[in-house]
């Protein structure tokens, strides 16, 4: 009792609640083990569909990283308490795409602030002003910091099929700037003999948008590090409608991001 009254007062009451439903322990012969609570277990059960066609065992190495990512990154509310559901599908978009790299982790990313609706230039949430921006990445003094709208993260894992995720397509974005800078060409994960070919495919995809022979979101067309996010959101998203509609631009994001 007096151990976790000592845990109680050293943590903040809405943080200790987090880690209460986040890291409950199991123990086996050797060691405690921390492991997600049902309680997360069912949200991404019920919100992430790339977590329910996982095999058992991939589950199991999902909710890990999922934990482990949510011990790195700092995720607060701006008008909003951040609940349990939110905490869930964020770590979701981030482990996503980066799934397949067991060892992998967001060097460039440090906290993340959730706005209740979709913001402007000048980070506002309230009032007549435009409001348009559903996520973003910081740069320069915002820096390894992101800010995502709680309604556009919603909005992704509730329309799982339409190809739009707001927060995996910022994440692609981290992964594109790994390398340091935000162009549409994840360095890190392209072999130096594919930079130029896959270059040249996004020029090519770029122009099918522009003459309305694609179905890929027309923000693609802003710059090659859009497209590149648009593009993988979709993969991610409705692999098999994106095999199906784009072979050639499926496989080359197959291959950069590992996926089977």
């Not at 556009?152 to 340091?180: C, P, R, S």
Request: charged share 25%.
């Amino acid at each position: 009792m007096l151990g976790k009254l000592f845990i109680v007062l050293l943590i903040p009451a809405a943080i200790y609640i987090v880690y209460y439903l986040l890291n409950r322990t199991a123990k086996n012969s050797k060691a405690i083990k921390r492991v997600l609570s049902d309680e997360g277990k069912e949200i991404l059960q019920q919100e992430v569909a790339y977590y329910r066609n996982l095999s058992e065992a991939d589950k199991l190495e999902f909710e890990s990283r999922c934990l482990k990512f949510l011990d790195s990154v700092h995720i607060e509310g701006v008008g909003l308490e951040v609940e349990l559901k939110d905490y869930m599908m964020i770590a979701a978009s981030a482990i996503i795409p980066i799934f397949a790299f067991k060892n992998w982790h967001y060097p460039n990313l440090t906290n993340i602030m959730v706005y209740p609706a979709h913001f402007n230039a000048e980070y506002q949430f309230e009032g007549h002003t435009d409001r348009n921006i559903m996520g973003m990445i910081g740069e320069g003094a915002m820096n390894g910091q992101m800010i995502l709208s709680k309604s556009a993260l919603e909005y992704g894992f509730k329309h799982a099929l339409d190809g739009q995720n707001t927060a995996i397509h910022e994440f692609v974005h981290l992964i594109d700037k790994t390398d340091g800078s935000v162009d549409g060409i994840p360095e890190q994960l392209l072999d130096k003999t594919s930079v130029v070919p896959f270059m040249n495919l996004i020029r090519q995809e770029i122009d099918k948008i522009r003459q309305h022979k694609s179905d890929i979101d027309v923000y693609g067309m802003t710059s090659p590090a859009e497209f590149f996010a648009v593009a993988s959101e979709y993969f991610f998203e409705n692999p098999a409608k994106f095999q199906k509609n784009h072979p050639e631009l499926y496989h080359a994001l197959s291959e950069i991001f590992e996926q089977s």
